[in-house]
């Protein structure tokens, strides 16, 4: 069974860094595409940032050159690193492991998702 355990939200002031993990378990992880949402209350969950099996990264124009995203196989985890924080930034931040090789914004392409953890940045 595919488990995603996401960790390091919190709260933080605009203009400040946080990084998320995503430890991964239940298959063969440096196989495939990982991705990182997030959701707004009252909003649909949003692409952030993805990374396909090789290391090729994608971002949302919003986050583009504030957000890292990365991946240590050996570890079976994936990283978020949030820097320039804003208020909007503020949301549930999802980990999913993608059902391809190849990192998608499309939340379809991704069958596994952790429970989710909280990002707030006051402004």
């Known amino acids: 069974q595919v488990q995603l355990v996401e960790s390091g939200g919190g709260l933080v002031q605009a203009g400040g860094s946080l990084r998320l993990s995503c430890a991964a378990s239940?298959?063969?992880?440096?196989?495939?595409?990982m991705g990182w949402f997030r959701q707004a209350p009252g909003k649909e969950r949003e692409f952030v940032a993805a990374?396909?099996?090789?290391?090729?990264?994608y971002y949302a124009d919003s986050v583009k050159g504030r957000f890292t995203i990365s991946r240590d196989n050996a570890k079976n985890t994936v990283y978020l690193q949030m820097d320039s924080l804003k208020p909007e930034d503020t949301a549930v931040y999802y980990c999913?492991?993608?059902?391809?090789?190849?990192?998608?914004?499309?939340?379809?392409?991704?069958?596994?998702w952790g429970q989710g953890t909280q990002v707030t940045v006051s402004s």
């Open positions: 239940g298959r063969t992880f440096g196989r495939y595409a």
């Open positions: 990374i396909s099996w090789s290391g090729t990264t």
């Open positions: 999913g492991s993608s059902v391809s090789s190849y990192g998608s914004a499309l939340r379809r392409e991704y069958a596994y």
